[in-house]
């Protein structure tokens, strides 16, 4: 604790990794809090919960496993001029996977509209099945944090730190957001666009083809900026605005 006191470096790399590590983990927020739609209203917290409490254990379990997550970077295979390495092939697994849930998900939506404020509980699907999704995308989303973590701090408690500084912001904020998500089914599309937008990002890294995270974010904070203010102006408008045009 002393340490931590006298060392402005390691505050300034805890405070500015936990920030990062926040934003990372708005991806793991959207995903759960529409999975977690699926399931019996009794069990969505507990679900929900549960789910962010995984991505936390398996970001530590990464992060003491520093030799293996190095490791993922030896290459496998090599396809033309394209070297493949283990996070490669992990990062497009899970960006392939983001897409295709992504896409059933909207298509869902569009097909089968919800009325506002009653979100459709889909028969068959159970707690274990949504479990499962989310872990494996926990998963995917826990290597990119991780390595994130590697690449801006050295010292394992400030990582270690961060990234429960972080997860316990997303256990606070995470059913206030996933109910803003549910009570607005143009937000719900809105965030599984940008789930789209994530596979499709973790897909070219996966590919080896390096996309700024700053413009993805930019773009998404933006999208989100002008839905928001659709939202404001829904409400605020006493008469449907179809009826005010000539």
Known sequence: MESLIL????????????????????DNIVFISILVAKVDEGQRERIRKLGLILALG???CLLFSISWIMGLTTPL??????????????????????????????????????TPHTPSVQKGTNAM??????????????LDSVITAVGMASQLWVMATAMIIAMGVMLVSARAIGDFILRHPTLKILALSFLLLIGV???????????????????????LLVELLNLRLRKS??????????
């Open 237 to 246: 408008s006493p008469i449907p605005l179809r009826s005010q045009i000539p």
């Open 201 to 223: 990002m973790l897909t070219a890294e996966g590919m080896d083809v390096h996309v700024s995270k700053g413009y993805i974010y930019f773009a998404m904070a933006f999208s």
């Open 129 to 142: 099945k949504v479990l499962i999704q989310i872990l494996l995308l926990d998963i995917v989303f826990s």
């Open 7 to 26: 060392n402005p470096e390691a505050l300034l790399a805890l405070a500015t990794l936990s920030a990062m590590e926040i934003v990372l983990g708005i």
């Open 58 to 60: 398996i970001r530590l």
């Open 77 to 114: 295979l090599t396809v033309g001029s394209l070297i493949l390495t283990g996070r490669h092939l992990i990062l497009f697994g899970g960006g392939v996977f983001l897409i295709a849930k992504a896409t059933l998900e909207i298509h869902d939506k569009l097909e089968s509209p919800e």
